[in-house]
């Protein structure tokens, strides 16, 4: 298997779009440390990149790279070797990318000017994330087989998470506000990726103003240290459950 | 080699083939025809797992082609649009596959040499022209020798003295005991290397001869002209 990762994700660094994705991440989040005195405030705004950006960088370039490798995948596929192996590679290959332009423009600006708890916690959930919407990307494409509808439905998955799952969680906390509905909202924020690599974040950085609703009930519910222990847990969930639902599909699909 | 046994697929409602059953054998080339949407490319696929049938049976070289992967061991593929990763160099697509497939019999370098791709074999995919990729594709499918081809559409978009070129390898492949299917529309190159026909008609075989058998049966002298009468005719009934 590693060596058609080798061979796809050489490919792949080499492209402008990477390069251009990893200098842009790199030209912000060093200029936001600069610019401001204080590094912890500074590892705050770079949050909102990671729950913005990453993501639907993440889900579009998956996207547009598995329709683009169509036919070399199809190529892949009449050779020797099972189609399982081929799908993983294509995945890892296009995940460990993303994962490295990430490293590059923003982990290693926050290991420069602010290593501490809060700036790990950063790290970790933008690797996160960058491997959660690689995997949705990674199943929408396999499940269409139009070009343009699998984009389609890419940019609805970012969007469904990172705006309109907001307003459905508020719709419901103004519909049901009489009944006690913590447990409910509870359950709902486990499944929204987006919701819970910030409440990761904000836990360790202590912002109560940017925690929201579902950050301050999380908190008050587990806890600190349960919280970011449940909460990285369900990330990896949330990062193996679409891609192994993909594989599957993979299989048996007609290419 | 090759044998197909009822075997049916739909996309959808659109029936694509429909209870085909073929036999096919080692040192022979089959031209696979037949009209827009007939089935050739998806009867291809299946044979090399690109696509599922939904009943019937095969089997390459005495293994079942519907469980498994080592049967693709004995093919080499030359799809009929080849498109490469945009960076990737020629030589490394040459070098992926080589460590994809067995090495134990060695390497068939000939089109590899008649075609220069040591030449470019620096230059990433994106910057050849579709002749020149086409070139590529034809060296990885003969590269492995494989002792079935499956060439789709061969010399479409070659120059005629590579298209030459290509021919001639098929014929010699051929003769060596192989079995090769192709598909194509210019009929006057299938006529010249292959020794079968195998028309497809909405899904089902019209009929599998060999190349005298037609001219003699349509009373024609090439295989142009018999293949232009036999559709007219299957357009009428």
Redesign the interface.
């Known amino acids: 298997m590693f060596?058609?990762v080798k061979?796809?994700l050489?490919?792949?660094l080499?492209?402008r779009v990477i390069l251009a994705y990893t200098i842009f991440l790199a030209t912000i989040s060093t200029s936001l440390y600069l610019l401001d005195s204080n590094p912890d405030k500074s590892t705050i705004s770079l949050v909102n990149i990671n729950l913005i950006i990453i993501p639907l960088m993440s889900i579009i370039f998956t996207t547009i790279h598995y329709y683009?490798?169509?036919?070399?995948i199809?190529?892949?596929?009449?050779?020797?070797?099972?189609?399982n192996r081929i799908v993983m590679s294509e995945y890892v290959a296009v995940t460990l990318s993303l994962l490295i332009a990430f490293m590059a423009g923003v982990g290693i600006p926050i290991i420069l000017f602010n290593m501490n708890t809060a700036g790990w916690s950063v790290i970790y959930s933008g690797l996160m994330i960058t491997i959660i919407f690689s995997s949705l990307a990674f199943l929408c494409s396999v499940l269409t087989r139009d070009k343009t509808r699998g984009i389609g439905a890419a940019l609805l998955v970012w969007l469904f998470f990172s705006i309109i799952y907001d307003g459905l969680i508020l719709f419901i906390l103004f519909s049901f506000n009489d009944y006690p509905i913590e447990p409910l909202i509870m359950v709902i924020t486990h499944l929204n990726p987006v919701d819970l690599a910030r409440i990761f974040m904000l836990i360790r950085l202590d912002v109560s103003a940017m925690m929201g609703y579902t950050g301050a009930l999380y908190l008050e519910y587990f806890g600190a240290t349960t919280g970011m222990f449940l909460s990285s847990i369900v990330m990896v969930l949330w990062a193996v459950i679409p891609v192994t639902i993909g594989v599957k599909v993979f299989r048996?699909?007609?290419? | 080699m090759i044998s197909i046994g009822q075997l049916c697929k739909r996309y959808g409602k659109l029936p694509v083939l429909n209870n085909i059953s073929l036999e096919l054998n080692a040192g022979s080339c089959i031209s696979l025809i037949g009209p827009n949407a007939s089935g050739k490319t998806t009867l291809l696929k299946i044979i090399l797992g690109i696509v599922r049938p939904d009943s019937g049976t095969i089997g390459v070289a005495g293994t079942n082609a519907l469980e498994g992967y080592r049967y693709r061991e004995n093919i080499g593929y030359m799809p009929q649009i080849a498109k490469y990763p945009d960076n990737m160099r020629v030589g490394q697509v040459i070098n992926l596959l080589k460590s994809l497939r067995p090495s134990g019999i060695g390497y068939d370098e000939e089109l590899y040499t008649t075609f220069r791709i040591n030449e470019i074999s620096n230059k990433p995919l994106r910057s050849l022209s579709g002749g020149t990729r086409q070139k590529v594709s034809a060296c990885l499918a003969f590269m492995f020798k494989a002792p079935i081809l499956i060439l789709d559409e061969p010399t479409a978009g070659l120059d005629p003295l590579s298209a030459e070129l290509l021919k001639a390898k098929i014929k010699k492949e051929a003769g060596a005991d192989k079995l090769i299917i192709v598909t194509s529309h210019i009929l006057s190159d299938l006529e010249d290397i292959s020794t079968h026909i195998v028309y497809l008609h909405e899904g089902k075989i019209l009929f599998h001869e060999t190349i005298s058998e037609i001219l003699k049966r349509t009373r024609t002298t090439s295989l142009s002209l018999a293949v232009a009468e036999i559709m007219r005719n299957s357009s009428h009934v």
Not at chain 1, 68 to 72: L, M, Q
Not at chain 1, 252 to 255: F, Q, T, W, Y
């Open positions: 060596k058609i061979y796809i050489a490919d792949i080499k492209s683009n490798s169509y036919e070399f199809e190529l892949l596929v009449a050779q020797p070797i099972s189609r048996n699909k007609d290419l």
